[in-house]
C-alpha cells in the first residue's frame, strides 16, 4: 500500500472549517469523510492547460486524465505550501508562485475500487511554461497540454475518462476568469 495513505488530512464541516484529522486512507473509506483537498492548473504562456494522467498504481481514479496535480495538505500546512510541494514530488516542477481561485466541493466513489472523495477542494493556478522536468511514474503516468475550449469539450464528451473533480475544478477557474 502506498505509504502516502497513512498521511493525516484535515477533516472539515460543511463551511470548510478545519473539525479534526484522520488518514488518507480512513477518510476514503466508502462512505467517506470530508476533509481538505487541493487541485492545481498549470496554465502556459498561451492559454493551455497543463493534465495528468493518473499513474496506474494510484488507489483512486486511476489511469484517469486530472489537473497538474491534486491533494490533501496535511494538518499545519497551509493549502499552498502542500500544493507547491506536490508539484514538486508529482512533476518536478518548483518555483511557481500559485493563487487560489475558488473552492468546491464533490464527492464520487470510484467503481473499481470503491474508495470515496469527499473533498472541500481549493483550486489553485499557477503559470508555467515547458514540460515537467521530473514525471514520477508512482504518481503520474503522462502528460499533456490541452486548449481550455477542446479540453471542456472532451470532458464533457467523455466524462469517465477524466478524475470527476476535474470538471468543478475547471468551473472554479473559468468563474475566477470572468
Known sequence: MNSREHHLVQLVGA???TIGEMTVEDAHRAPGRLHRAFSVLLRSPDGRLLLQQ????KTRFALRWANACC???MPGDTVTDAAARRLAEELG???VPLREVGVHLYQAEDPATGRVEFEHDHVLVGTFAGEPPAIDPAEVATVEWVDPEELFARVARRPDCYAPW???VLDAWRSSAR
Do not use: E, I, N
Request: hydrophobic fraction near 30%; glycine fraction near 24%; aromatic fraction near 0%.
Open 15 to 17: 463551511d470548510g472549517s
Open 54 to 57: 493518473r499513474a496506474a498504481t
Open 71 to 73: 491533494g490533501h495538505p
Open 93 to 95: 516542477v518548483t518555483g
Open 166 to 168: 476535474l470538471a468543478g
